[in-house]
């Protein structure tokens, strides 16, 4: 099989474009990830704060409803 050189540059050039638009989507990639890190990590903080909070509340209404006497219609 014989591969002329000017198919082989062809070949080459196509995939020094892929490769380029391939780099560009990493980079792309990389600068989102960097972006959404953060915020990631500061909702898991409020979602664990607000976690922490709704198990305070309730602690302080521990009222049992086992507790409460029946209603009037009863």
């Known amino acids: 099989m014989n591969i002329s050189n000017e ?7 196509e995939m020094e474009v892929r490769l ?6 990493v980079q792309a990639l990389i600068v989102a990830d960097a ?3 953060p915020r990631i990590a500061a909702l ?3 979602l664990r704060d607000l976690r922490g909070e ?3 509340m309730r602690v302080a209404q ?3 409803p086992h507790d409460e006497p029946p209603p ?3």
């Open 35 to 37: 972006e959404q890190s």
């Open 7 to 13: 198919v082989l540059g062809q070949r080459l050039d």
């Open 62 to 64: 521990a009222d049992d």
């Open 44 to 46: 898991e903080r409020a």
């Open 54 to 56: 709704m198990a305070s």
């Open 20 to 25: 380029t638009f391939i780099d560009e989507a």
């Open 72 to 74: 009037p219609h009863y």
